[in-house]
């Protein structure tokens, strides 16, 4: 098989990246609308929708962590979108005034631009999975120990960001992404960041069966070492 050329492969990335925020947008922008009018039904207020009324809205929707951790994802990932326009007018640009190499563009990961685009993604992902752990442990009667395992994770995957986003500012031309420390740091990071999203995802497909069955399913376990044994039960307002 070819390989396959970095011009296309990078313009087809960018234009993937564009329709997925535009998902992203559109849900995140009717989530954020069913919220507040959530929060707007269980207030009584004698002006609805007023000045006063908004204000507190607001402060009670700030208090949800689900609200304040929806806006900083989609700020994170709205700034990777934004890097990943700005470096397409840049390459663009450079190739109008013939001083640009489309190959040399895309394989310089030293480029601030990218360094920067590359901040952001690891930051998004790293939020969104504390984002995920929160939902994992309202599901699971707030139950902490539930969640020792994609936190173990989830610090891994944000000290392999650091790890590959350094690595990627001292790349150098020529080098071979694959074939240096950076490879490895990659390959940890998705392996850590898949662990986290398989633990949760399939910790709440188990509690969707539970209570399928049984809407007050109560969950006994022991500690080791521990004889008291601890309950927690899976409230339905958390599904």
């Known amino acids: 098989m070819p390989p396959i050329a970095l011009l296309p492969a990078g313009v087809a990335g960018i234009i993937f990246s564009t329709f997925a925020h535009g998902v992203f947008f559109f849900l995140w922008i009717t989530s954020m609308i069913f919220k507040f009018n959530h929060i707007a039904a269980s207030i009584s207020h004698p002006y609805p929708y007023s000045r006063s009324h ?9 208090k949800h962590p689900l609200v304040p951790g929806s806006f900083l994802l989609f700020f ?10 700005i470096r397409i007018f840049e390459l663009v640009t450079q190739i109008q005034n013939n001083s640009g190499n489309p190959n040399i563009f895309f394989t310089n990961l030293a480029d601030r631009t990218k360094v920067i685009d590359t901040v952001f993604l690891v930051l998004s992902l790293t939020a969104g999975d504390c984002i995920i752990i929160y939902r994992l442990w309202i599901i699971w009667g707030y139950c902490w120990q539930v969640t020792v395992i994609p936190v173990l994770t989830t610090c891994g995957l944000l000290a392999c960001s650091i790890g590959t986003t350094y690595q990627f500012s001292q790349y150098q031309a020529g080098d071979n992404i694959f074939q240096l420390a950076s490879g490895r740091w990659i390959l940890t990071l998705f392996n850590f960041l898949y662990s986290t999203n398989g633990y949760c995802a ?15 399913f109560i969950f006994q376990f022991s500690l080791p070492g521990k004889s008291e044994k601890y309950r927690t039960s899976f409230p339905a307002k958390a599904m």
């Open 54 to 62: 908004l204000w507190q809205i607001l402060s009670i929707a700030l």
């Open 76 to 85: 994170l990932i709205t700034g990777h979108w934004i890097c990943q326009m």
């Open 202 to 216: 399939s910790l709440s497909i188990l509690t969707q069966k539970l209570l399928f069955f049984d809407r007050n």
